[in-house]
């Protein structure tokens, strides 16, 4: 449907690249600080923290944009939309964080969304100077076209959270399949020892983890972007075993999944594991559909 068919034209415009290529030092530069990172992405949250981030911006913005069609309101729709300028610092600096572990066509819808969400700002910015010297009008005008500029460059980024799975969990599909009753995964002594390993569930691949008799068992494709885990190194973290990812350095700790580093902020599925007889058994809780 016109115009969400250019949407999806983005993420094939190479052109974008060269773009993305000027701004990815910068942002890898301003993003080396793990643990500012971390926070970020959201890991404490266990969610995204970018979309709980832009609520800010966009409700001052879209409640301003109520005050201004009163003139007598206008003061208060000033007053929100410097709360939206604010606000909108933060959800930038989240923002360009998830988009530096994106892969090539996120980056590229990703990029239009910030040069849209950039224009907008600089409108509501504009709105705000003109406010101060008395030329509301023509800050309410300036508002209005923001707020349009902001909602196109939201819609281009729903595409890429949504369309493009920038956002989603890449690991609850496959949990999602496996089966939903204790089934046997194969021998303990098949099993590498104190080295990543990997088994079928299903249709579904897991990682194993052997400490002689204790094992741990989690899905195998990375929540955040499907790396194969088993592919990754085992580390210490904080004094938990933990696995990173090999693609974009997510850590997750083995016994529980729980994302202990970015940029994954959601957790790997763990599974229930019986050893018993010398045989490796296994079930999903919660999680499995049958
Ligand atoms: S795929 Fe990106 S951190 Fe695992």
């Not at 691949?205 to 088993?230: E, I, N």
């Amino acid at each position: 449907m016109w115009p969400f068919h250019l949407i999806d034209r983005l993420e094939n415009a190479s052109a974008l690249d060269a773009v993305a290529a000027r701004i990815k030092p910068v942002v890898e530069k301003a993003t080396s600080n793990r643990t500012v990172t971390d926070a970020l992405h959201g890991v404490w949250l266990g969610h995204p923290l970018h979309p709980v981030l832009v609520q800010v911006p966009v409700g001052a913005w879209t409640s301003a944009a109520v005050l201004d069609a009163v003139p007598a309101m206008r003061p208060a729709a000033g007053l929100l939309i410097g709360v939206g300028i604010a606000g909108a610092a933060p959800a930038i600096a989240s923002g360009w964080t998830d988009w530096s572990q994106q892969d090539t066509q996120q980056q590229r819808t990703g990029v239009v969304h910030a040069i849209g969400n950039t224009i907008a700002l600089t409108l509501y910015a504009g709105s705000l100077y003109a406010r101060r010297r008395n030329r509301v009008g023509v800050g309410a005008a300036l508002a209005y076209t923001g707020y349009a500029v902001a909602a196109a460059s939201a819609t281009i980024g729903g595409h890429l959270a949504y369309r493009q799975a920038a956002g989603p969990s890449h690991a609850v599909p496959h949990a999602e399949i496996a089966p939903a009753d204790w089934t046997d995964i194969g021998a303990l002594s098949d099993l590498p020892d104190g080295t990543p390993g990997s088994a079928r569930l299903g249709e579904v691949d897991l990682l194993v983890v052997r400490r002689g008799q204790q094992v741990d068992v989690l899905v195998d494709r990375c929540s955040h972007a499907s790396a194969p885990l088993h592919e990754g190194e085992l580390v210490t973290e904080r004094g938990r075993l933990c696995i990173a990812c090999p693609w974009h350095g997510s850590v997750f700790d083995v016994q529980t999944g729980r994302a202990v580093h970015g940029p994954a902020t959601a957790p790997q599925p763990a599974l229930d594991v019986r050893v018993e007889d010398g045989r490796v058994r296994v079930r999903l809780p919660g999680l499995s559909l049958g």
